[in-house]
């Protein structure tokens, strides 16, 4: 299963339904489901910018929820102030033209957590019977 370690508090606004885009410097031909992996940081400054969102949980190291890729999309100046106009708090703090954005969908939390360190790029997971 492929696996995406996100930081907090990216991670928990993704399965918390708030963020439907994730943003990559690269891109993925990848299609399918995804699981959400909480990284080992937090960015703080993010994490007061966002407390508004009231979010309980902010786990990390740890899969916490899962979800489909469904494109990836070169953000022109048309996307990004599209992305904008969504929601401007979410997506319109800092012009991505030149990322890609990940479009996620069927986002499901998960009630028990996978606790496992992450690792960068896209990744794999084997569930253990």
Known sequence: MKVLTIKQPYASMIINNYKKYEFRSWK????GKLLIHAGGTIDNKDMKYFEY???KEYPLK????ECELVDCILIDKEFNDYLYNLDDKIYGRHSRVGQYAWKLDNIKIYDKKINI????GLWNYEEKR
């Open 28 to 31: 993925t031909s990848y299609r």
């Open 53 to 55: 969102l009231n979010i």
């Open 62 to 65: 740890a899969i916490i929820g």
């Open 117 to 120: 360190s992450g690792k960068l």
